[in-house]
C-alpha cells in the first residue's frame, strides 16, 4: 500500500506547478498574474505542511513511538519553507523582480531536496505504519479519499 506516499506526492506536484506558473507570471513582471498565483502556491504548500505537521506526523509519531529523527529534519526544513514564502511575499509587495525570482527559485530547490527525502523515505514510513488507520487520517485530511 502506498496510498499516503501517492496523495502526498500528488500534492508536492501540484504545488510545483502553480510554482512554475508564478515564476513566468514574475518573468513578464506580470505582477497581478503574480500576486494571484503566488497567493494559490502560498495557500496550498501551507495547507500541505499543515496536513504533515498536525496529522500525518504527530499520528506516525504516536503510532511508531519515533519522536526524532526524520520527522524533526522535516518540521526544521518547513520552518525555511514558510521564510523563503515570506520573502517572496514581501518582493512581489515591493515589485522588487529579482528578489522575487532569485527567493522562487532557491525555494523550488529547496523544494524538490525537501519532497524527494519525504517521498523516498518518510512517506513509505507513514505508509507502512499507517496502514491500518488510514479511515482516521482520511477523515482528518480534506481530498485525501
Ligand atoms: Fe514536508
Ligand atoms: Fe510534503
Not at 512554475?20 to 502560498?42: I, R
Not at 515570506?86 to 529579482?98: G, L, S
Request: hydrophobic share 40%; glycine share 4%; net charge negative.
Amino acid at each position: 500500500m502506498t496510498i499516503i506516499t501517492e496523495f502526498f506526492s500528488k500534492q508536492h506536484r501540484e504545488c510545483d506547478a502553480i510554482l512554475e506558473q508564478m515564476e513566468q507570471a514574475l518573468n513578464a513582471e506580470d505582477w497581478t498574474t503574480g500576486a494571484e498565483k503566488f497567493a494559490k502556491m502560498k495557500q496550498d504548500i501551507i495547507d500541505h505542511l499543515a496536513n504533515e505537521e498536525e496529522i500525518l506526523f504527530p499520528m506516525f509519531q504516536e503510532k511508531t513511538g519515533m519522536q526524532g529523527g526524520p520527522v524533526m529534519v522535516m518540521l526544521g526544513e518547513h520552518v525555511e519553507i514558510k521564510s523563503l514564502i515570506e520573502r517572496i511575499d514581501n518582493a512581489i509587495t515591493v515589485q522588487d523582480t529579482d528578489e522575487a525570482l532569485d527567493t522562487t527559485e532557491t525555494l523550488f530547490m529547496f523544494l524538490q531536496q525537501h519532497n524527494v527525502k519525504e517521498e523516498q523515505m518518510l512517506y513509505p514510513m507513514t505508509d507502512e505504519a499507517l496502514r491500518d488507520y488510514l479511515p482516521e487520517l482520511k477523515a482528518k485530511i480534506t481530498g485525501f479519499e
